[in-house]
C-alpha cells in the first residue's frame, strides 16, 4: 500500500513537472513579446524619420545657400552647397533642378542636363521642370527630345509660356516657320513682355520677307525695355 503511495506521489511529482503552462500564462508571455517586437520597430521607425527629417533639414539649408550663392555670382560656392544638398536627399526636387542650374551658368552643361533629366523624373508632373529640361536639350542639339518635352510641359500646363516658345524654337530649327509663329504669338500671349520671345518673332517675320511685321515686331521689343536700358 505504502509502495503505491509513493508511486503515485512520484507519479503526480512528473505529471506536474510536465505540466503546461495555463492558457492566462501562455497569453501573458506572447504580449510580452509582441510588445518587446513593437518597441523594436517602433524605435526603428522613429529613427529613421529623425534621420530623414534631419537630411530634409540639412538639404534645404544647403540649397537656401547655394541659391543665394548663384545669385552672388559665386557659381563655385553654389555648386559645392547645391552638391552637398543632393548629397542629403538625393529625392529632394529642388535641389536638383537649383543644383542643374548652377551647373548650367557653370558651363557644365552635360551635367546639368544629368541632374534636370532626374529632376523631372523625380516629380513628371511639374510642367516648368520639363520644359526647362527641354530647353536645356534644345540648347544642346538635341531638337527632337526638346520637343517632346516641350509637348510634354505643354500637356501639363497649356499656359506655360516657356513650353510654347520652346516648341516654336524646335519648329523653327527644322523650317516650319508658319508653325513655329503660331506657338510663338502662343508664348507671347501668355506672357507680352518676354524679350526672348519678341526678338524671335522678328526673325522670323525677317526670314519670311514680312518686312513691316518684322519693323513692328521690333518696336514691340524696344517698347519691353524700361526707359534707359534699350540696346544699343
Not at 144 to 153: L, S
Not at 164 to 184: K, P, S, T
Not at 197 to 214: E, K, N, P, S, W
Amino acid at each position: 500500500m505504502n509502495m503505491q503511495v509513493s508511486a503515485t506521489s512520484d507519479e503526480r511529482r512528473i505529471t506536474g513537472a510536465r505540466r503546461p503552462h495555463s492558457a492566462a500564462t501562455i497569453l501573458s508571455l506572447c504580449l510580452t513579446h509582441s510588445a518587446a517586437l513593437v518597441g523594436l520597430v517602433g524605435c526603428a521607425s522613429l529613427r529613421r524619420h529623425g534621420e530623414a527629417t534631419e537630411a530634409a533639414t540639412a538639404c534645404r539649408q544647403f540649397s537656401r545657400e547655394g541659391v543665394a550663392a548663384m545669385e552672388r555670382g559665386d557659381l563655385t560656392r553654389a555648386r559645392s552647397l547645391l552638391d552637398q544638398a543632393v548629397a542629403a536627399s538625393a529625392t529632394d526636387v529642388d535641389a536638383r533642378r537649383q543644383l542643374a542650374e548652377a551647373l548650367w551658368q557653370e558651363g557644365s552643361r552635360e551635367e546639368a542636363l544629368v541632374h534636370a533629366e532626374r529632376a523631372v523624373e523625380l516629380d513628371p508632373r511639374n510642367a516648368p521642370t520639363v520644359a526647362r529640361c527641354g530647353e536645356m536639350l534644345m540648347a544642346l542639339g538635341a531638337v527632337d527630345q526638346a520637343q517632346r518635352r516641350a509637348e510634354q510641359a505643354l500637356e501639363l500646363d497649356p499656359t506655360l509660356p516657356a513650353a510654347w516658345a520652346l516648341r516654336g524654337r524646335a519648329y523653327r530649327y527644322r523650317g516650319e516657320h508658319e508653325r513655329a509663329l503660331a506657338d510663338l504669338h502662343q508664348a507671347l500671349r501668355y506672357d507680352p513682355a518676354s524679350e526672348e520671345t519678341l526678338l524671335d518673332i522678328a526673325y522670323l517675320q525677317y526670314q519670311l520677307g514680312r518686312t513691316q511685321r518684322c519693323v513692328t515686331s521690333q518696336q514691340n521689343l524696344m517698347e519691353s525695355y524700361t526707359p534707359g536700358d534699350e540696346p544699343r
